[in-house]
């Protein structure tokens, strides 16, 4: 006789991540940097030359003085929006160079 398993896969998933906290961190970490191609569109990406997450706090250069203005005064929003984009609180700040 054989036996099923009645996890979802949804479930199994979450089961995973339970047990790996780690790896559950550095995968919505990476959610937010690709959030920041697709909630800012490609035209701010091709200013943008480096992205990383440390400690809650994404670091991003940009190339354009005056972008790197203009998204330190929205950076509140776009922490919501790189957030919300991920289902998740994530990060907690925006350093932009």
């Known amino acids: 006789m054989q036996r099923r398993n009645t996890q979802t896969l ?16 550095k995968m919505m970490e990476i959610r937010v940097q690709r959030a920041w191609g697709e909630v800012l569109g490609p035209t701010i990406m091709q200013y943008t030359r480096n992205i990383y997450v440390r ?7 940009l190339t354009s003085s005056v972008l790197r203005s203009e998204l330190t005064l929205c950076r509140e929003r776009l ?13 907690t700040n925006i350093i932009i160079r």
């Open 10 to 25: 949804g479930e199994v998933l979450r089961d995973f991540f339970e047990d790996n906290t780690e790896l559950y961190e």
């Open 55 to 61: 400690d809650k706090v994404l670091h991003v250069s």
């Open 79 to 91: 922490v919501k929006s790189l957030n919300d984009y991920a289902g998740s609180t994530v990060i």
